[in-house]
Nanobody, 124 residues
Framework: QVQLEESGGGLVQAGGSLRLSCAAS????????MGWFRQAPGKEREFVAA????????YYADSVKGRFTISRDNAKNTVYLQMNSLKPEDTAVYYC?????????????????WGQGTQVTVSS
C-alpha cells in the first residue's frame, strides 16, 4: 500500500504555469511507475502523463505534449507535474497515481493507488 498526497493546485490565468507535487509514503517509491490523471466536470478521468520508475522515460497525452513535464525525485518520494502555457481546458482535478507495472500505462484501470486530487483552475 502507498499513500499519495497531491499539492500545488490553484487558480491561474491562461498562459500561466503551475507545478503540482505528489508526495508518496514508504520507501518503495522507486518501484512504482507514476502517473498523473485529471478529471473535469462531466468528463471521465483522463490520462495526462506517466514516468518510469527511474525517471528516464516519460509518456504524455497529446493534449499536453510540449506544455507539461512530468518528473520525479525518488530520494524525496515525490513526483511532479510542471504545467506551462495553461489553457482553460486544462481546468480539472488532478490526481497522481502509482502502478506496480514497469510499463507506462495510460488507462485508469492500470494504476493501483490514487491520491485525493488537487484542483487546477485556469481562467481566461
Amino acid at each position: 500500500q502507498v499513500q499519495l498526497e497531491e499539492s500545488g493546485g490553484g487558480l491561474v490565468q491562461a498562459g500561466g504555469s503551475l507545478r503540482l507535487s505528489c508526495a508518496a509514503s514508504g520507501r518503495t517509491f522507486s518501484s512504482y511507475t507514476m502517473g498523473w490523471f485529471r478529471q473535469a466536470p462531466g468528463k471521465e478521468r483522463e490520462f495526462v502523463a506517466a514516468i518510469s520508475r527511474g525517471g528516464v522515460s516519460s509518456y504524455y497525452a497529446d493534449s499536453v505534449k510540449g506544455r507539461f513535464t512530468i518528473s520525479r525525485d525518488n530520494a524525496k518520494n515525490t513526483v511532479y507535474l510542471q504545467m506551462n502555457s495553461l489553457k482553460p481546458e486544462d481546468t480539472a482535478v488532478y490526481y497522481c497515481a502509482a502502478d506496480r507495472s514497469p510499463l507506462l500505462r495510460n488507462g485508469v484501470a492500470g494504476y493501483n493507488y490514487w491520491g485525493q486530487g488537487t484542483q487546477v483552475t485556469v481562467s481566461s
